[in-house]
Every structure is written in C-alpha cells, then in structure tokens.
C-alpha cells in the first residue's frame, strides 16, 4: 500500500509540476500607438504585427502571453524594472541601446522615408529642407536621424506617432520622417490621401528585434521560437496579414 501511495504522489507532483509549466505566463511589453505594428482596437484590445509575432513566439516556447503596454519613453527603463519579461515593439536595434538591452535577432527589416502633401515641391537633401519643419517621433532611429543629418532643419519630436500625423495635417509640420511602413499604413487612411512618399528612403539597414535584459536566457528561446514561425510558415501568414510584400 505504501508502494502505491509513493507512485500516486510522484505522479501527482509530476503533473502539478507539468499544469506550472504550462501555466507560466510571459509579460510582453508594447507601446500599443504605432500602427499597423501595434495600436488598440476599437475594444481598447492591442493588436498589430507585433502583437501576432508575440504571440506566436510564445505559443513555441508553450507559454502564456500577456500584454503590457507602456509608452514610448520610458518602454526600455520599464523593461528594465521588471513590468514585462521582454519588449516587442518596432524597436530598432542600436549601440545605444545595445548599452541597456540585448536584442533578440531581427524579426523585420526597416527604412525610413519622408512624407509630405502630394501637391508640394519637396526634396529631401538637407540645403532644400532647411527652413522647414520636420517632424518625427521622439526616441526614434528617425528622430535620432534628423538630428544628425539635417543642420538647420528644424525638427519636432512628439511622444507618439499619431501626434505627429495630427501637427502635419493641421499644417504645423511641413513632413514627417518616420519608418516607411508606419507611413505606408498612413498614407492609406483617409487623413492620409493628399500626402506621398518623398524621395528614396534616407536609411535601409535598419533591423528591428526584440529587446530583453542584460543576460537573460529567454533571448534564445525567443531566438529559437523565430526561426520556427519563419520555418513553418507562420511569420508569413502574419506579414501577408498586413503587407503585401516581405518586410523580414
């Protein structure tokens, strides 16, 4: 009877020890206001690319996910205090932040591109926009690159994306730099229709990834999750959901 009684609690450890496992609960953090990456629903729900690709990262390591979201700012110090386990939110992979966070491989590619009114004269070298006013989104590659490479443009940097769309259509900017699919998402909507792409894209090897903290060991089970979706055909699914070309 004793015998029976050791193998009745083994097995229930085991599975008590199998339900945790599987309960376990992965914080994913998310700005939820840069669409079609990621913004709310109508429900106040966030959706977006980066929330499908979270998911179906979490759905191979066989954890539960949830969603954090946080603004733009502070997303990396919040990353750091331990509000969610890792950041999935277009963020561009620099040195600088290399100094606070590691980052996952990338999971797309991206570039940055200016918009502005269609029936306007507007080139894109630096002696042609001075006098103008540029905006972007403040702790941006496209922020970070107006700064650098545009001397005697004036730049306003806003909180969110969408901020900057209400300013160039109320006629406070006279363009907007900011990631090209963002803007392509944009141009698409109705406040979107009387502006375009202006010239080429300014930067094309910006690599987007996940950012978590220093060391930690789930960068390569997010790693390994990536190239599973890629392999199977998920990451597809998910990318024609809302382009009709390949950003990986």
Known sequence: MQKYKKVFLAAAVTLAFSAG?????????????????????????????????????????????????????GIIPALNAKKFDFLISSMSITDERKQAVDFTDPYYSNKLQFIAKKDVDFKTDKDALKGKVIGAQRATLAGTWLEDNMPGVETKLYDTQENAYLDLTSGRLDGILADKYVNYEWLKSDAGRGYEFKGDPVEESDKIGIAVRKKDPIREKLNAALKEIVADGTYKKINDKYFPFSIY
């Open 21 to 73: 496992a599987m309960a376990e609960t992965l914080k994913m953090g998310i700005e939820a206001a840069y669409p079609p990456f990621n913004n709310k629903d109508a429900s106040g729900n966030v959706v977006g690319f980066d929330k499908e690709i979270g998911d179906a990262l979490c759905a191979k390591m066989k954890v539960e996910c949830a969603v954090v979201t946080s603004d733009w700012d």
